[in-house]
């Protein structure tokens, strides 16, 4: 099996069970910088991609009263977001093979781009940038070191790795994204000290916009 069809048909099911009792409505480090840029209300359309089983939707949802729409590959995350959560829609499918034809106005995905197998890496980049109004606003958090890293993932048997990278630049470099924010805390801790390129994961808020200007008009 490749590292996708891995995921899909046990390691998104073992994930959740393994996290579950920590998934609930709260207010994190990303519900935080959302309040902060004050991106939201109740005509907001938002989009998590690997939403699990909507916790941090349902905590947006309290907050604003906006459409929230999960992407989620585990059963058993969808089933007992669904349950927990009859307010959110859940779309039970991954970042490879989400394929919207409407527009949002917020995407999420947190801890999802290490995941992704390279041979996806840009298939993921170009359904999430099909999604996003022109405007809108992009919520990335991941581990963004500034080096190129891969490790083996020690929970399968299967040859899998996860990548740590700087994933906001796969957006910043097209043009077409400009970067509003980024942030860093310790990953182990979840405090913002004693951080190092081991445990560093950065959270970077983007907004969709052409950023190119037109030569015949600055040269």
Known sequence: MNQLEVFKSQEADRWFERNRESLKPKDDVIVWLLDTYGLLNEKSSVLEVGAS???????????????????????????????????????????????????????????????????????????????????????????????????????????????????????????????LASFCYNHDTKEFKEINLANLFCVSLLRKQELYLRQDKVL
């Open 53 to 179: 089983n909507g916790y941090r939707l349902a905590r947006l949802y309290e907050k604003y009263a906006c459409r929230c729409v999960a992407v989620e590959p585990s059963q058993k995350a969808v089933e007992d977001g669904k349950k927990s959560f009859p307010f959110l829609e859940f779309y039970p499918t991954t970042a490879e093979e989400m394929d919207f034809s409407e527009e949002f106005d917020l995407i999420i995905v947190n801890s999802v781009f290490h995941w992704i197998d390279r041979k996806n890496l840009f298939k993921v980049v170009a359904n999430i940038d099909k999604a996003l109004k022109e405007g809108g606003a992009l919520v990335i958090g991941d581990f963004q070191l500034p080096v190129l890293l891969k490790n083996p993932y020690h929970h399968v048997q299967e040859e899998v790795y996860t990548y740590k990278q700087p994933y906001k630049e796969l957006f910043l470099s097209s043009g077409l994204y400009l970067e």
